[in-house]
């Protein structure tokens, strides 16, 4: 199930970063974002079982494959965005920071999930211009 639900996110994550040609930073979190709410909505179901409280051995398979694409992302773009806080322990933040907000947003029709998206991106706008990351002049 999780290895299925990994390649579709790696699919749909390459398909979108085609269309970020200037290799933006902001713009491959904010793609990286995108997948994991689109796959989170579609597998509501699922999700909903995917939480601390109960079955948490489903939980660290898919955990602990955000956090190594979030991981990624960091490393690769560490000379541009640099974070003032080791890459895994940044990543293990951030991942778990969205799921929360997720699993509490109780977003259930296309509304919903419209607004929690957009909150989304804005919460992820604000982490990633603020102090947790120092912009690297001459990159």
Do not use: W
Not at 81 to 94: A, R, T, V
Not at 102 to 125: D, K
């Amino acid at each position: 199930l999780f290895r299925d639900m990994n390649e579709e996110l790696d699919e749909e994550f390459e398909k979108r970063q085609k269309d970020n040609t200037a290799d933006d930073p902001v713009k491959s979190y904010e793609n990286l974002l995108d997948c994991f709410l689109a796959q989170y909505f579609s597998l509501k179901d699922i999700a909903r079982q995917v939480n601390l409280e109960q079955n948490t051995f489903l939980l660290y398979p898919y955990y602990h494959y955000m956090v190594d694409n979030t991981t990624r992302l960091v490393e690769h773009y560490f000379n541009r965005l640099k974070p003032n806080y080791p890459p895994e322990q940044l990543s293990s933040f951030i991942v778990m920071g969205i799921y929360g907000y997720l699993h509490f947003s109780g977003a259930n029709t296309p509304e919903e999930q419209h607004q929690v998206t957009r909150n989304a991106h804005r919460l992820l706008s604000d982490l990633l211009h603020s102090d947790i990351f120092r912009k690297v002049t001459g990159s």
